[in-house]
């Protein structure tokens, strides 16, 4: 049985490999391949940030009582992230590589550092303190990640 933090940084690295096949096709011209990677792409970071802010977040601030620590400013980073994948949707949709390029590059520094607080400092503090939830949480973090239509949550 996967800890939290494992669970979640795989789908971090699973995200972040969608992303850079998407990179590569818009580097190649190919338009289809851009498309198809990147809606794949937004697809699972959406369905990431869904199960972490409908069950994991509210979990962890029901047993701690943190409900204005690091969820809120994790819930703030997905807001900011959205906007970039909106706007990396769009100037896919126009086919502006340079726009697309100024967006994801923006994306994947904030990725980066939104990733790196996670797992470093939020899911380690999930572990210690659902440790007795694991064994629920983590199968119920999974269905959601891979279960649920691309829905805008």
């Known amino acids: 049985m996967h800890n939290i933090r494992e669970f979640m940084a795989d789908d971090h690295r699973r995200c972040d490999d969608v992303f850079a096949d998407a990179e590569q096709a818009v580097a190649d011209g190919d338009w289809a391949r851009a498309d198809a990677r ?30 204005m620590g690091p969820t809120q ?14 706007e990396g949707a769009a100037a896919l949709a126009a086919r502006d590589a340079e726009g697309y390029s100024g967006s994801s590059e923006t994306l994947l520094i904030m990725m ?37 239509p691309g829905a805008d949550a």
Request: charged share 20%; aromatic share 8%.
């Open 38 to 67: 990147f809606a794949q792409f937004r697809q699972a970071v959406l369905q990431h940030f869904a199960a972490e802010e409908s069950l994991l977040f509210p979990a962890f601030e029901e047993k701690t009582g943190m409900s």
């Open 73 to 86: 400013v994790m819930r703030g980073e997905h807001v900011q992230m959205r906007e970039l994948l909106e």
């Open 112 to 148: 980066q550092q939104h990733n790196m607080k996670e797992e470093n400092v939020l899911y380690p503090m999930c572990d210690q303190h659902l440790v007795d939830y694991v064994e629920t949480l983590v199968p119920r973090l999974q269905a959601q990640i891979q279960n649920q």
